[in-house]
């Protein structure tokens, strides 16, 4: 399999992926641990927008097969609609649920906050519950220095120090508190309780950052009953007000947001507690389920959606259980993972043609009260929220190979390097990518280079597995040109939005496109280049300057396109300078002999990526990997479900590496003598980060025989553990030829945030005996 490297079977002992009860968070506390390397850090999206404060945002609720259930050699469920999202939640019914590293870095990518989970459930555990506020009780007798007439019970910080180590140390950014089992305390216990959100956040503040989110679920109520109250009232209040925001349960009738709305603001909540609240830190629950859900659920969640209404009325939502598209299709004839996106899709932002309207019919009988409501026609849930770029390319460099996190190869530099057996196919969340989020359902497609009057072609994108640039897959976009008989109409230029972006006007960037065209398989010859338009002024042209040093044929067809960006500054007003979204897309420009006749043409995108451009005095350096190291496990793992027992299990074990950076060659060094004021050598150099890393083997053949890492087997790719330059030797991943080997060699191979791969003179190998 590609995608080894370590999975949750793998993962023990401080890193183990969960934990059922609070004495195995106290186990994993009392040894120091590292924290994970291989997390990206959250940064914040940019500003863009000055209203953005007044409308309500979307949380994404993921209970999916009771978590955890991702193979690295299946395809299965991942999230693609981040640039609609706020904050993420990884959902499981284990006392403390952690967020894989592979999700962490696929929302912190796209500037989306990511939740573990805290559960109380069920009778057994009320014990756990109480013990959470208390802390860890001492093993020697003790007890108060005086006797006190106080009754009250007192809140400890034990742990809510420890939940917010543990955030800290894998990478994450809060919890969703979820208490549904009675607190037998009463009003004591409740009151305690309180407290102790108020510590959690504040530890959660201290050592995450002022981003990081405590959601309180509508569940057990002031006197410690488990009463789901569907809104936010004065029998949850007090839990909210320490909270970071509220999450309501789902089965409200239509009229509870505007009644919690209206409730919402005729509270003094800056006088109940210190922290400013907002109408949109109320988030109103939709099942996609549809259990007791007003529309039912499904592809009717808009209806819901209607009544909580954020962009006018602010509130915002809780969507629970979307993977609903995988779980409730995948035992149907037909079924399969491009029929899922096609129905996924439909649910997120629409179908690829309006003219499918969904089948939206009301679940509820005639005179139910939930079936009078007048819902309009279907809407996508992404129509709900705004479009959010991901973070400014200054602070977090954008990097997209347009992967949904699954495929069924794994390609390097557009050449397959591996096929998954049959269609078994691969996942993995850490491959997860913006697939472009002005593409779907359908680009906005608009004419370049003229008012022309002929209708515009249509564009249908869709996820190719079959091609790729770097990893598993790319983005196919088929455009259908009519036929014309314009004057003008044998070169027509269109332009093509492809993905939003945030940039900061007077500071340049490098923009790099990899892609494929097949214009001259239909009769056409075309040009494409790279264009820059503010998103919310679509006729105004941004300067890009072609690099073309940078630009050119790459190998399999694939062609690289770069350009330098500079957004002019605006005229000086006293205000702070406010980034500004941007359409980063294509201009395709097109011509053929007989324009009266229809055109098929082909785009294929392989990456994209944007980075800050080195000021004129830096210098440029380059990333390379120094040593490799390996280390044999002490006892080999049982074989997974794709690996046979074999030899081959004398080279189970983890590689790790170092990485660095290197100048290029230096020509001379002249200076003028110990006054001159130019630099040795330029000073600012900055190398590209890496993505991930391909890791390849090939075995020993004897004294004298030349290896070529051209010739080594690929066996996998790093993210799967959250661990930066380590990778694990599964034996299920290395090839038979190494049964009889006397010794093995591995090679490192990076990949950056540029869309780039390392030359092998700057990666490296280790040698391994059996």
């Known amino acids: 399999m590609p995608l080894r490297g370590t999975t949750h079977s793998h993962l023990v002992g401080n890193e183990a992926p969960y934990f059922q009860t609070l004495q195995a968070l106290d186990d994993w506390a009392s040894t120091p641990t590292a924290k994970l390397t291989g997390c990206l850090p959250y940064i914040p999206r940019s500003d863009v927008q000055a209203s953005s404060e007044q409308r309500g945002k979307l949380l994404v609720c993921h209970d999916y097969k009771g978590g955890y259930t991702e193979k690295p050699d299946a395809l299965a469920y991942t999230f693609n609609f981040w640039s609609h999202c706020d904050t993420f939640i990884y959902f499981a019914h284990n006392r403390v649920t952690i967020p894989p590293s592979g999700w962490i870095n696929a929302a912190h990518r796209q500037g989306v906050k990511m939740l573990g989970t805290l559960i109380f459930e069920h009778a057994e555990s009320e014990a756990d519950c109480l013990r959470l506020l208390v802390g860890r009780l001492p093993q020697s007798t003790s007890g108060p220095a005086r006797p006190s007439p106080a009754n009250s019970l007192p809140a400890s910080s034990h742990y809510a120090r420890l939940l917010a180590n543990l955030a800290y140390q894998r990478g994450f950014d809060g919890y969703l508190l979820n208490f549904e089992a009675p607190l037998r305390g009463g009003v004591e216990q409740t009151r305690a309780l309180t407290l102790w959100i108020g510590l959690l956040e504040r530890e959660l503040k201290r050592l995450v950052g002022e981003h990081a989110q405590v959601v309180w679920y509508d569940s057990v109520i002031i006197n410690g009953q488990l009463r789901w109250q569907d809104r936010l009232n004065a029998f949850n209040l007090p839990f909210f007000l320490p909270s970071t925001s509220f999450f309501t349960n789902y089965t409200w009738p239509p009229q509870y947001p505007s009644l919690m709305a209206q409730y919402f603001l005729t509270l003094d909540i ?43 009325l602010g509130l915002s939502v809780a969507l629970f259980g979307q993977g609903w598209s995988w779980e409730s299709e995948q035992d149907k004839p037909g079924w399969s993972w491009d029929a899922w996106w096609a129905y996924e899709r439909t649910l997120w932002v629409g179908p690829a043609d309006p003219a499918d309207t969904p089948d939206v019919e009301d679940p509820h009988p005639p005179g139910h009260t939930n079936s009078t409501c007048a819902h309009g026609p279907y809407k996508p849930v992404t129509s709900f929220f705004a479009l959010e770029p991901p973070p400014n390319p200054a602070r977090l460099a954008l990097f997209t190979s347009f992967s949904p996190g699954v495929g069924r190869a794994w390609f390097v530099e557009g050449r397959n390097v591996w096929d998954a057996d049959g269609a078994a196919g691969w996942t993995d969340l850490d491959k997860t990518c913006a697939l472009g989020d002005l593409l779907w359902p359908r680009p906005a497609l608009a004419w370049h280079d003229a008012e022309r009057a002929e209708a515009l072609p249509a564009a249908l994108p869709a996820v190719t597995m079959d091609d790729a640039w770097l990893g598993g897959s790319a983005v196919r976009l088929m455009l259908s040109v009519s036929g014309s008989a314009a004057a003008d109409a044998f070169f027509r230029c269109l332009w093509l939005p492809v993905q939003s972006l945030a940039v900061t006007p007077g500071m340049p960037y490098i923009l790099t496109l990899v892609y494929k065209e097949d214009f001259a398989a239909h009769g056409a010859e075309g040009d494409i280049g790279l264009l820059v338009k503010p998103l919310h002024a679509p006729d105004d042209d941004i300067e890009v300057t072609p690099l073309a040093a940078e630009c050119g044929e790459l190998a399999h067809d694939w062609r690289r396109l770069s350009v330098r960006l500079v957004l002019p500054l605006p005229p000086p007003t006293g205000a702070p300078t406010r980034d500004v979204a941007c359409a980063v897309g294509l201009v395709l420009g097109f011509a053929t002999e007989d324009p009266t006749q229809p055109l098929q043409l082909g785009v294929t995108l392989g990456a994209l990526a944007v980075h800050p451009a080195l000021t004129p005095s830096g210098a440029q350096a380059d990333a390379r990997l120094i040593w490799a190291d390996f280390a ?24 790790t590496w170092e990485v660095g950076e290197h100048l290029g060659p230096l020509a001379s060094i002249t200076l003028a003598g110990p006054d001159d004021p130019k630099p040795a050598w330029p000073s600012g150099a900055r190398a590209p980060a890496f993505a991930y890393f391909n890791v390849y083997v090939i075995p020993h053949k004897g004294e004298g025989v030349a290896l070529r890492p051209e010739d080594a087997a690929f066996i996998g790719t790093t993210g799967l553990d959250g661990r930066a330059n380590r990778f694990y030797v599964d034996p299920a991943c290395l090839p038979r030829e190494l049964d009889n080997a006397k010794g093995a060699r591995f090679y490192v191979q990076g990949v950056t945030d540029r869309a780039t791969v390392l030359r092998w003179e700057d990666c490296v190998y280790v040698d391994v005996s059996p």
């Open 270 to 312: 800056q006088q109940a507690d210190s922290k400013a609240k907002q109408l949109r830190d109320i988030f109103v629950g939709v099942d996609v389920w549809g259990r007791n859900q007003h529309g039912g659920g499904g592809l009717s969640c808009y209806k819901a959606l209607t009544h909580i209404d954020p962009q006018f």
């Open 632 to 655: 044999r496990a002490s006892s080999p793992p049982p074989p997974s479900s794709a690996s046979t027992a074999g030899p081959v299990t004398r080279f189970a074990g983890v590689l």
